[in-house]
């Protein structure tokens, strides 16, 4: 400028948490709070937790914008530097002192004309790549949240510019508010408000430049650009040095803490249960993302962005979601919220082997991740982690006593209360891991896969698909037409009268519990059982014995020979064509079995087309006197014991020789589809009379 800058009077309006924490978890020793059922608590807002009051996500929501700052219109916005499209805020990085001239940082005093330049300009430091590449990543996480686009331009055009302090030992960083009043002075203010919305981080702290997902450096740049934005401390709490902040004497509500909102100065384990603890690196992790009550907010002010991954996402293991943060490859212990526009999804948290508990409801907290003592790092391949973050390694006993706590009391390696579902999200999906897993769904249609342990599934509302994978599983299905995955005999299946018509699949024999309505056998000679209800009983490609029990049931043999019982009740017979043909007298023929056909129950043709040599779809004739050679024929033959039958026909019925267990005459059924010899029969032992009545052609 050519002239004298003076030194001007501290100006900022806000700081964030300026101490480098020095608890147990930061310094590489465990911390963690009493028990306690973990969860959110937002489904109690009402009622009080840790002496506090439960608020709801929409009192937080505002209580985070109070100040009413925004970067849109209305009287109490910031100017926008770059232009005036609402729809767009931009962001820039500083990248010398002179550039702080005509950004704000210099102003002329009306009272005496001098030049005085802000604290900033006496003490600048540009932000190095590292330092670029996790700003832009912090930027992506709010645009992925907001409507608005954020877009990098140069320090002119910038909105929100960032840059470094050189030397600011007692502070962390700090950001303004998007005010348009930022000095009192009129003159001044006109020539300073640009500083609305800068982000101004201290280099003097180690801390800053850990910039990986889980890095306490990358919590702070989304937490500064969380205050360009709009938002407030949860608190009335400022970061002063010399000056402490608790969570018991500052909170103003319960969930002001780091598992809700990247805003809080208070570790996430305020609450008690709660744990960010990373074994790999033997710290507390931290989020790089907003979280569930800052999503909340920041689309309470700028709308939400109905553009953020439409398609089929999967976060987690696996995932495509294109970013580090919702990787779990890269990001091991994650502290997340995700916002989602669409699509059908997937959290995917298949390769940890804790005791996990997925939520998919919006606004609910899952504990995901972490180590067992058998999965947990050696020393030496934490400090090797600890040494790329810059950390000091952590010295043996302290290793040790975290083992202890870890072997005594497996639940602490559990990572809790870390990935969050934004309200107004919709995540369909849930894979868990090789622990004892708990999954719940929510109103729309679920797939949940326990995998290894003994999971619970629970589907909640909508038609879900639950599968325990191996172990011991309990499986609720819930409201909904649900299907349920059987493979062990430890398998439970729940469900309660009028919560749907469900369906149990099964690798193995199996009977249906009360209120399941249908069984479909997927593997194996396996035997499926009915209950009191209708049932549809399905069997496979093998040798099936159907027993639908009470109720009027439909059974269908499948592939195979099938013995088929209804039970008590008006029951149905499926015939099947397209089954695996046996030897017979006439050729190759499929077979079923029909063990106890009674006046009332009925034998449904009407899925065979009778003629294939003819278009559409024809009925059957029944014949009951005839050799049933002509397609579209169904026969009749009556024979007075199961060898007679077997040695007229040539079919092996029963499966042994000599006297059969299946005492009485037994009808014959022979349908012919195609001209010359029968294509299927229908064996039925001591059936009554058989008339046209009796059969659904």
């Keep these: 400028m050519g002239v004298e800058i003076n030194q001007a009077e501290a100006d900022v309006q806000h700081a964030a948490s300026a101490a480098i924490c020095n608890c147990p978890a930061c310094t590489g020793g465990f911390r963690d709070a009493a028990d306690a059922v973990d969860a959110s608590l937002d489904p109690q807002a009402g009622g009080t937790a840790n002496n506090k009051p439960i608020w709801t996500a929409e009192q937080v929501a505002g209580h985070l914008n109070r100040s009413g700052a925004a970067w849109s219109t209305g009287p109490t916005d910031a100017v926008q530097q770059g232009d005036s499209d609402i729809n767009t805020i931009t962001f820039g ?44 990543e912090a930027m992506t996480a709010w645009d992925d949240v907001v409507r608005v686009s954020f877009v990098e331009k ?35 203010n006109a020539q300073s408000k640009e500083i609305a919305g800068d982000v101004w981080i201290s280099a003097s702290q180690p801390s800053n430049f850990r910039l990986d997902e889980g890095g306490y450096g990358l919590q702070t740049l989304t937490h500064e650009v969380g205050h360009s934005l709009g938002l407030s401390h949860p608190g009335a709490y400022n970061a002063t040095p010399g000056v402490t902040f608790s969570y018991a004497a500052n909170a103003e509500y319960a969930q002001d803490t780091r598992a809700y909102t990247i805003m809080s100065y208070f570790e996430a384990s305020s609450n008690a249960g709660t744990r960010h603890f990373d074994f790999n690196i033997s710290t507390t992790a931290y989020a790089g993302v907003p979280l569930i009550h800052d999503i909340a ?102 290793y040790d006593s975290n083992m202890a706590l ?105 009977t249906l519990g009360a209120d399941v309505e249908n069984l479909v056998l ?31 049931d439909v059974l269908i043999g499948g592939d195979g020979v099938d013995y088929l019982t209804g039970g ?35 034998v449904d043709l009407s899925g065979i087309d009778a003629n294939a040599l003819l278009a559409g779809d024809q009925a059957f004739t029944f014949v009951e006197n005839a050799k049933g050679k002509e397609a579209g024929e169904l026969s009749i033959r009556h024979f007075g014991n199961i060898n007679a039958a077997e040695k007229s026909l040539g079919i092996e019925i029963d499966g042994v020789d000599g006297k059969s267990a299946f005492d009485g005459h037994v009808t014959v059924l022979l349908g012919n589809v195609d001209g010359g010899d029968p294509d299927f029969a229908l064996v039925l032992i001591d059936p009554p009379a058989i008339t046209v009545g009796e059969l659904v052609l």
């Design 568 to 602: 008590a009740g008006a029951d149905t017979f499926v015939a099947e064509i397209d089954a695996t043909k046996v030897s017979s007298k006439n050729g190759p023929i499929a077979l079923d079995v029909i063990l106890d056909f009674a006046g009332e129950d009925r």
């Design 93 to 136: 990085f500083f990248n010398s002192q002179a550039e702080l001239v005509d950004n704000g940082y210099v102003y002329q005093s009306p009272a005496d004309g001098e030049f005085y330049g802000l604290a900033e300009y006496f003490n600048f430091a540009s932000f190095n790549e590292a330092q670029r590449g996790a700003a832009r």
């Design 406 to 510: 870890l072997k005594a009391n497996p639940i602490v390696g559990t990572l809790t209360n870390n990935v969050g579902i934004a309200y107004g999200a919709v995540i369909e999906n849930a894979k868990g891991g090789s622990g004892n897993d708990s999954l719940l769904g929510n109103g729309v249609d679920n797939a949940l896969f326990g995998n290894g342990g003994n999971d619970r599934l629970s589907g909640g509302e909508g038609n879900d698909a639950l599968d325990g994978g191996t172990g011991n599983d309990l499986m609720l299905g819930g409201l909904g037409d649900d299907v349920i995955f059987v493979d062990s005999s430890g398998d439970i299946v729940t469900e309660r009268a009028g919560e749907g018509t469900d369906t149990v699949s099964s690798s193995i024999s199996y």
């Design 297 to 398: 907010a920041a689309q309470r002010i700028y709308g939400a962005d109905m553009t953020t991954r439409t398609g089929d996402t999967v976060y987690g293991f696996n995932s495509n979601a294109g970013r580090d943060a919702y990787d779990f490859l890269k990001t091991p212990a994650p502290i997340m919220a995700i916002w989602d526009a669409g699509g059908n999804d997937t959290i995917d948290a298949s390769g940890f082997a804790t005791n996990q508990r997925i939520d998919l409801a919006a606004g609910a907290l899952s504990d995901v991740g972490g180590v067992t003592y058998d999965t947990a790092p050696t020393l030496a391949q934490v400090n090797a982690n600890r040494a790329l973050e810059g950390l000091a390694p952590v010295a043996q006993a302290t």
């Design 154 to 188: 140069d320090v002119d055009d910038a909105d929100i510019t960032f840059g470094n302090l050189a030397n600011a030992p007692e502070t962390q960083a700090y950001s303004r508010l998007p005010l348009d009043r930022i000095f009192a002075d009129d003159s001044v």
């Design 522 to 552: 997927t593997d194996g000679a396996a035997d499926g059982t009915g209950n009191a209800l209708d049932n549809r009983l399905v069997g496979n490609a093998l040798s099936n014995r159907l027993d639908g029990a009470d109720g009027a």
